[in-house]
């Protein structure tokens, strides 16, 4: 009772106690802009923010002690919205490597995003997204492209495509990623012709779609985990042993799914996403066990992509919801992980490891 008195009283003391303004000297200047604003209207939701119609703009020159200032007058339609996305630039089919003579004029940012002189395996890269990425890898200035895929036809088609293109050593080993043997044998290759690699990108895998878990094959659910999971231990496994014998830092680039970490709509895929998933638990894993050999881990989780493999006609009305749960309402371009791909390669990234990084058009943002 004597704290509910006391707490009463100071109330009492409050509401009592006059309210005291420190006045303010008049020839104190404000810190906020005077130029002349207004509401904008373009849509009831966007009334609380207020446009500039004139910005200030100081631009130091070369030479220049002090800036040159100038006005820019803000158009009075320049605070509408766009309403369509933007689409994606044309996929371009040539290959442009970068130079070194390119490479040496690079700022050193710039050059730290590259993979000039490095030494890469591409699993999945005889087509799809696993091409794509060699390519950007190939441009970004690697050394050497090693693609390993398990179609014959295709993974030499694939290299002796991007060597006409790049001008750059490029060779295709038929490995199936469930065939640990053949792995180690053909990454005990690779060291042989051209040292140790620098970066693995694991982009083999394989999708099992529209299948309810209840009629689920046990054979097809161990093939698609084999492939996907147990494939990406084997090709981390040995190319990770080569890097620490060789007392050489690397990164794994391990291309995982947005299904890994939700739940896809309107199919059943449960192995899929259950596959995907342990990737992306498995690279955090082995990222956390091999830092201290300098060895990075790290995922690229895409969303729905606009691939060969999804531009059938029995997906058509699939891919009408896919877009509408997705915010940019489309599918993605087969080369936009290619940025991604390169930074995780580059020395960009050398205190990044660990991370699951989903490229989807904010599909998980739902």
Known sequence: MAFAGRSAALRLAQVAAPSTRLATPKTVSRAFSVTRTSWVSDTPNKRSVVREREIPVTTYGAGQG???????????????????????????????????????????????????GKTIIITGGARGLGNHMARACAEAGAKNIIIFDANQELGDQAAAELHDKSGLPVSFFKVDVRDGAAINAAVDSVVE??????????????????IKAETYDPAMFRRLIDINLTGTFLMCQSVGRAMMQAGKPGSLVLVASMSGSVVNYPQEQSCYNASKAGVVQFAKSIAAEWAKYDIRVNCISPGYMDTALNRVPALEAQKKIWKSLTPQNRLGGVDELNGLCVYLASDASRFMTGSNILIDGGYSCY
């Not at 040159?68 to 933007?86: F, I, M, N």
């Open 66 to 116: 002090q800036g040159e200032r100038r006005t820019l007058d803000v158009p009075p339609g320049a605070a509408q919205v766009p309403h369509d996305s933007p689409v994606p630039p044309p996929d371009h089919d040539a290959v442009h490597p970068l130079s070194r003579r390119v490479y040496e004029a690079m700022p050193h940012t710039m050059r730290n995003m590259t993979v000039y």
């Open 193 to 210: 012709l051209y040292g140790c690699p620098d970066a693995l990108v694991n982009a083999a895998g394989i999708a099992d779609s529209n």
